[in-house]
């Protein structure tokens, strides 16, 4: 019973702390966090390997609190523990005392898992429900593909069980035969309002377990022998690629330990006052009933991780575009002039897998489009290439949990797919993610398929947070329009050597090529292809062709014409503004694609001078449809060259009356 009572007694000081930290802080979630204190003390005290003093070791078993709003639990260990926190420069042991400090604006413990605040426990950002399975997926996949045995528990919630990120998390990780992530669901009957639905029980949940191909176990979540035995057994699997993957199923009760917390509800309320004592003295309560057998000499031993193994990644170079082709048999595509830059990105992808072993591919059943089959079919790649099938959720936070494992992870599906996973996306920037997303298909130049498949409001999403930093303080995310392959080549490699996020569009159809290989980008950079007097043309990606076939007309009209290829956002803003003085201050922005995108960009940099320029924006202000080609697109919209030039002369016409 020696082992019995030290969890009771560990688990109980567990729920102790996280009560008395929510006091002080007057918020957060301690009776969530209280189911789960013995599933915590035997996984943080015992099965795992791994050490306090390097959270973040390489080779050490991860814990992914999905349900992040019982993050108290995991901090009350932490303490006991003295995990080290804080940032690189400055780690220390977390101590008791620094509990009190719970959701303050100085302390590295925030209301929900955040790494990026001081926390390296923890490998990604949690508590918008549903994603943390995918990132321990994530995690496991990384484990594997660098040959490291460890493990990876992800805590999930029952009532987070309903999201639907979840079943593809747990597809994919059936799919990939990742017998190295076990899902913990813990089920303690109650979401935030009420009740959980019957299909959300612990019963239903085992049964769509055991349907989806998981070996299950069934344990009461409170009984230190019964979670002991399970982990056991996970271990024994975790490492056998045959096996089938395992889940658990723990029936818990929120609030365990205190009636006060059972008898209404208490989801993400604190006890205070008479409430807490009397809590607090049915915890001790607990403890005297629980830990009579304690002896002084029972404690626990962390097992330690493996040493990590010694080995090199090898970074290389990314070949010029032309000797690319060149490799592959593909000289014609020189001759002919023109590539879509979907295909240019498939073959800087597989170019990249070989310069650089940190790079790992994901796709959504679409690689036979986006073109990262390049890589998927390069026999020396495919072991770094993760395919997700069509679960866009899932695909973007395994990528965070890849990129917390230190590679470098490309995501490819239809830009309009990508929408689906804006939160996924979020979440992975607020952890810090080093995420490369590429959306193909993208704008209204896709034509035929229509608007369900077309990428229209995503620059202006992306865009919000490239008017901001991120932890590095960096942009939050650049947004990058290849116009031609020689871009779209070249700019895949500058986002592999970028530590940040990314979001690239590429293009469906053939493309004229604008440049050559002497051509270097940027982030942040743009191109100037024609240098006028009269007026400044602001486009990005299938515009600029567009915007191209309208300085010819501009010229025949007598109008000199700049043209900027604004490939990056955000961009060098004094650097514009030099361009449009030089064009009289006058700037026509275009853009396939809704507003609030690159027109406002460049507004915000325009007024942002306090200079006088006029600018005037195109941009996509209806509902397209279908069309059969993109000349009819555009027309439809009203984005072709003859309307960018009419616009133009309108725009002069005006102010020099």
Request: proline residues 4%.
């Amino acid at each position: 019973m020696s082992f019995e009572a030290a969890v009771h007694a560990q688990a109980i000081e567990l729920d102790r702390l996280s009560l008395e930290m929510t006091a002080a802080a007057g918020s957060g979630h301690p009776s969530t966090a209280m189911s789960l204190g013995h599933i915590v003390t035997v996984l943080m005290f015992h099965s795992m390997r791994w050490s306090p003093e390097h959270p973040k070791y390489p080779t050490s078993d991860r814990l992914v609190l999905s349900e992040g709003h019982a993050v108290p639990i995991i901090y009350a260990a932490a303490a006991k523990l003295g995990v080290m926190v804080g940032r690189e420069d400055e780690r220390r042991p977390l101590r008791e005392s620094d509990l009190a400090t719970l959701r303050q604006a100085d302390s590295v413990l925030d209301g929900h898992p955040n790494p990026c605040e001081g926390f390296p426990f923890f490998d990604t950002a949690t508590g918008s429900l549903g994603q943390g399975l995918s990132a321990a997926a994530g995690l496991a996949a990384a484990a594997r593909i660098d040959g490291i045995e460890k493990r990876i528990y992800c805590i999930v919630g029952d009532g987070e069980a309903r999201e639907g990120q979840v079943a593809e998390a747990l597809d994919f990780i059936v799919d990939q035969r990742l017998t190295n992530v076990l899902p913990i669901f813990n089920c303690n009957g109650f979401g935030q309002a009420d009740r959980v639905s019957q299909q959300q029980s612990l019963e239903r949940i085992k049964a769509k377990l055991e349907a989806t191909g998981y070996t299950v176990r069934e344990i009461d979540g409170h009984n230190p022998s019964q979670i002991k035995a399970a982990f056991d057994e996970f271990a024994g699997i975790s490492a056998k690629d045959n096996a089938q993957p395992m889940a658990i199923v723990a029936r818990t009760v929120k609030g365990w330990g205190s009636p006060t917390l059972q008898s209404g509800n208490y989801h993400g309320k604190v006890v205070a006052g008479d409430a807490l004592q009397r809590a607090l003295g049915e915890l001790a309560e607990r403890r005297t009933e629980l830990t009579s057998s304690l002896a002084s000499s029972d404690s626990f031993m962390i097992q330690p991780p493996q040493d990590a193994p010694a080995r090199e990644v090898m970074i290389g170079e990314l070949p010029p575009f032309s000797e690319a082709l060149k490799s592959r048999d593909m000289t014609s595509v020189l001759h002919s002039g023109r590539l879509a830059t979907r295909k240019a990105y498939g073959i800087a992808l597989q170019q990249l897998g070989h310069a650089n072993e940190r790079v790992v591919v994901l796709d959504a059943d679409v690689s036979n489009s986006t073109y990262a089959e390049d890589f998927a079919r390069d026999p020396k790649l495919a072991g770094r290439f993760l395919e997700c099938k069509i679960g866009e959720q899932n695909m973007f936070s395994v990528a965070a949990g890849l990129s917390a494992a230190e590679k470098i992870p490309f995501c490819s599906t239809f830009a309009k797919f990508v929408t689906r996973a804006y939160d996924q996306i979020e979440m992975a920037i607020y952890s810090g993610a080093n995420l490369k997303i590429v959306g193909s298909h993208a704008g209204a130049s896709l034509a035929a398929d229509g608007p369900s498949q077309m990428s229209l409001p995503d620059v202006a999403w992306f865009r919000s947070f490239a008017t901001m930093r991120d932890h590095r303080g960096n942009p939050g995310c650049y947004i990058l329009q290849p116009a031609d392959a020689y871009a779209a080549y070249a700019l895949t490699g500058v986002m592999a050597e970028y530590e940040g996020c990314c979001y690239m569009r590429t293009l469906r159809p053939e493309t004229e090529f604008l440049y050559s290989d002497d051509v270097v980008f940027n982030l942040g950079g743009f191109e100037v292809l024609s240098e006028g007097r009269d007026i400044l043309l602001v486009a990005a990606g299938y515009m600029v062709h567009e915007a191209n076939k309208a300085l010819e007309d501009l010229d025949r009209a007598g109008i000199s014409a700049t043209l900027v290829d604004l490939y990056s956002l955000p961009f060098d803003a004094e650097k514009l503004l030099d361009i449009a003085n030089q064009n009289n201050g006058y700037v026509l922005t275009i853009e396939d694609n809704y507003g609030a995108s690159i027109g406002s960009a460049v507004a915000d940099a325009l007024a942002e001078s306090g200079e006088g320029f006029t600018l005037d924006q195109m941009f996509i202000q209806r509902i397209p449809k279908s069309a059969p080609n993109p000349d009819e697109i555009l027309r439809m919209v009203g984005l072709t060259h003859e309307d960018i030039t009419q616009r133009c002369l309108r725009l002069l016409q005006v102010v020099s009356a």
